[in-house]
């Protein structure tokens, strides 16, 4: 993923009139530069975020297939010295809903699940009282009113993820209430997701992992990609980190981590994760109808939809984005439909959501000013 480098002409060709097409070539010289100006322009902006908030991770900027501006900060690994680079694969934890979302949408297109059957029904073990209320379709929607993580007994305590095996979490989740009447409110659950990937177990012909390998990971080229309770030692996984009081760092354990299957357990590189990100710009892998019920603006699956100021607050520039976070990883993918453009922001050391968010707006803002 290099800048697109000019080819020298040769000695006939001095005169652009004698070589032919010489708009076609002042209009490419034109859209190099333009590029060049960009990339200049986002080094300081990045350079100077990154020292303020110390930064360890990866910054990349896509418009269409050209890249904009790609560079890496920090350490990969702090015990051994080993630097963040393009191979470092960072968890991106709740992004990975962004996969289970389309893996369920293309169940329903295969008839094999409606988006308005009950949990009940789709997930016959799973025995709660409100199993019967709650429909597929608001889990993705996160209005199901089911607990968070972060409402299960012990969740916070030294260890106290430890005992949520599969069984355990179902039992636990089952004997909770639900925090409002399914779809009248929104409220932001790990449990929807992974109970999801249960349902894709059971209406799949293959495992969820087995599924998200064939049917989005393959196809869409990420190669670098995989969950973190299956580590492959040939994946250059990032260390998570965390600051600590006296301006050090400290290495955080993701506590039982097949728990966040579904809901929060991919690891990938800023590479495969532009390769998503280009997959669901271009509508990849769902018809034009599931599309429109992921992005409905009112209620829309996983994805936040929402607008940005330009710099001159002249008009708004529509944008598509999720996040993750779990254990000092932080990360953000943000697309901007109308120009086609991607900003990858992804860390290894605790940077705080709002940092990764107001850097991605300041570089839409800029791309949208370099382009008009």
Request: glycine share 6%; net charge negative.
């Amino acid at each position: 993923m290099n800048f697109p480098a000019l080819i020298a002409l040769p000695l006939s060709c001095l005169a652009l009139v004698a070589c032919g097409q010489p708009a076609e070539i002042t209009a490419q010289t034109e859209e190099v530069e333009q590029v060049e100006a960009q990339t200049s322009a986002f080094a300081p902006i990045v350079d100077s975020w990154a020292e303020r908030t110390q930064f360890s991770g990866n910054v990349l900027v896509v418009r269409e297939n050209e890249q904009i501006f790609e560079t890496s900060f920090g350490l990969a690994n702090r015990e051994a010295n080993i630097p963040v680079d393009a191979d470092t694969s960072f968890v991106v934890a709740s992004l990975t809903k962004t996969f289970t979302t389309v893996l369920t949408l293309q169940a329903v297109e295969a008839g094999r699940l409606e988006l308005d059957a009950s949990l009940a029904s789709v997930l016959p073990e799973f025995v709660a009282p409100w199993a019967n209320t709650v429909t597929v379709r608001q889990m993705l929607q996160n209005r199901s009113g089911l607990p968070h993580y972060i409402d299960l007994p012990g969740w916070f305590e030294p260890g106290g993820k430890l005992p949520y095996t599969r069984e355990h979490l179902l039992d636990t989740l089952a004997s909770m209430p639900l925090r409002f009447e399914p779809g009248t409110e929104y409220y932001y659950s790990n449990a929807n997701f992974y109970l999801l990937g249960l349902i894709l177990d059971r209406v799949g012909d293959q495992p969820y992992e087995q599924q998200l390998i064939s049917q989005l990971l393959e196809p869409a080229g990420l190669t670098a990609t995989g969950q973190i309770y299956q580590q492959d030692e040939r994946l250059r996984l990032a260390g998570n980190y965390m600051p600590d009081e006296d301006g050090g760092y400290f290495q955080v354990e993701i506590e039982n981590p097949a728990v966040f299957r579904a809901t929060g357990s991919l690891h990938v590189t800023a590479t495969d994760l532009l390769a998503w990100g280009q997959a669901m710009m271009r509508g990849d892998f769902l018809s034009q109808e599931s599309q429109a019920v992921m992005l409905d603006p009112d209620q829309p699956m996983t994805w936040i939809l929402t607008e940005v100021p330009t710099l001159d607050d002249s008009e708004m520039i529509a944008v598509r984005t999720y996040n993750g976070r779990i254990a000092g990883h932080v990360s953000m993918l943000t697309l901007l439909p109308q120009s086609q453009e991607i900003v990858i922001v992804i860390s290894n050391n605790g940077v705080d959501y709002g940092e990764l968010a107001g850097l991605s707006v300041e570089i839409a803002q800029h791309l949208h000013a370099g382009a008009n």
